[in-house]
């Protein structure tokens, strides 16, 4: 199955004293690598947060936002620092007797001073939070994974469409290069007609033992078996339950490899031409698969 890495999903949910968003974006990754942001007070539960994404994910970047809001009256209540507030009205007083200022003090001003009224610090049962949390990144990674799914398909697409046109290239390879030694041997004749001038009586017999050798040395019939088995598995891996982009990347290597030594053996001007256009083909192939799971 074919799933791309990139994609983003929200989901929200709510009970009688809690409302909660999960917002996630996925992009392209080697490995795994989750990054978590949740509000003050619930870092406990980042464990089982990437313990779960873990679950549903092999690869890629994992960013995840979550918020919560609570209605509770300790969640919302708030209190007074007296003693910071006390010290600085005392150095306000101060400031006002010393430079004999006029201004009255104001609420605003003090609350200016930060840190006189601020939450009450309360106790948080992340015991009893954790399954609506649970379910709203459950469902956020639901249609994470259906997006992905999607774009994986259309990915999917390309690649077939991809591996048909080189699997075809390779059969008109394999289909021209096994006529080659009647061309090596005229080649042959040429060259040894031009350097001697057709002063020296050519051996057909040593011309066809020296063509048969040449083309012994030039034979990609390994590469080319090599080459269409890795098409057949590439196939298989696509349409595989189980992620499969590292297992691509592999076999893409491998084809890589097989192409590039028939280019090295082929003495064949057009099959060579083939063969550059079929590694451009395995290029655009690699762009692809470096956005698969």
Known sequence: MIKSMTGYA????????????????????????????????????????????????????????????????????FEINQTRAKFYISALEKLKSQFKLKDNMSLSLLLGAGGIIKPVETVIDLERIWPAVQDCVQNALDDLDLMRKREGDFIAQDLFARLESISQSIDRIQKESSGLIPVYQQKLKERISILTQDAVELDNGRIVQEAAIFADKSDISEEIVRATSHLLQFRHFMNADEPAGRKLNFLLQELHREFNTMGAKIGNADLSHTIIEIKAELEKVREQIQNIE
């Open 10 to 77: 929200a989901a929200e949910s709510s009970t009688n004293e809690f409302r909660i968003c999960a917002e996630i974006r996925s992009y392209n990754s080697r490995h795994l690598d989750i990054s978590l942001r949740l509000p003050s007070g619930y870092i406990a539960l980042e464990e089982k947060l990437k313990t779960l994404i873990a679950s549903r994910t092999l690869r890629g970047r994992i960013e995840v936002h979550i918020q919560i809001e609570s209605d509770s009256e300790e969640a919302n209540a």
